[in-house]
């Protein structure tokens, strides 16, 4: 079974533009999770798809924005980059609905210059 | 405000000592505990903790929940330089999970 998979790999960015990110699930799984991961700070919560629906979002501005596709993979939209957005976006994939154990991909390393 | 915290925040040990990890958490409707190791970018799964499997074990690994003082432990025992990595707890809910800072761990020959 493939696992997660996220693109691209590495994305820089200038101030002010926009950074799209992909993720796709497990084969089968249909929630995805976001989380960003600064610099010195832990996994912060972003966003939660679950059948195409946001379900819940964490503590980050409007400019953070997603959406799931029919087949699963999602996208998460960054508008109006700050140097602060510089981070590892992760993103995770629940075995079940819910925040249960979850598979991560490895990673979108995104560099706001 | 949903929290979690882990300590130490970082530790260096020799290779074959045991190591304590602690993990505490304030999560609204709280549902389960989760441990992850992580080395290089993506974080792998270790454990997860309910209230109905409060203890779990894997290897040299094992952790354990205390549900009353909303706490949990990870322990490593017989350390290898393969478990330098820093180890994150997160705490969930239904629809969120809070990592903590995680712990960062050297393990040195």
């Known amino acids: 079974e493939a696992g997660v998979t996220q693109s691209p790999t590495h994305l820089i960015k200038t101030r002010g533009q926009q950074a799209t990110l992909r993720c796709s699930p497990i084969?089968?799984?249909?929630?995805v999770y976001w989380y960003q991961q600064a610099l010195g700070l832990g996994l912060q919560f972003l966003l939660w798809?679950?059948?195409?629906?946001?379900?819940n979002r964490g503590n980050f501005p409007p400019r953070f924005s997603g959406r799931q596709f029919p087949n699963y993979s999602s996208e998460l939209n960054v508008n109006a980059l700050e140097l602060e957005d510089s981070a590892l976006y992760l993103c995770a994939s629940p075995r079940e609905r819910g925040p249960y154990e979850q598979y991560f991909g490895p990673g979108t390393r995104l560099t706001v210059t | 405000e949903d929290k979690v915290v882990q300590s130490p925040l970082s530790l260096v040990v020799h290779e074959g000592d045991t190591v304590t990890l602690n993990c505490s958490y304030e999560v609204t409707n709280f549902r389960s505990l989760l441990w992850y190791k992580q080395e290089k970018k993506a974080p792998t799964f270790l454990f997860m903790l309910t209230s109905s499997g409060i203890e779990k074990k894997s290897g040299r690994l094992s952790s354990i929940l205390d549900k009353k003082e909303l706490s949990s432990i990870l322990n490593i025992t017989a350390t290898q330089t393969g478990d330098s990595a820093i180890y994150l707890c997160a705490g969930s809910s239904y629809d969120k999970v809070i990592f903590g800072p995680g712990t960062s761990l050297s393990v040195i020959p």
């Open positions: 084969s089968g799984h249909t929630s």
């Open positions: 798809y679950d059948e195409g629906e946001e379900r």
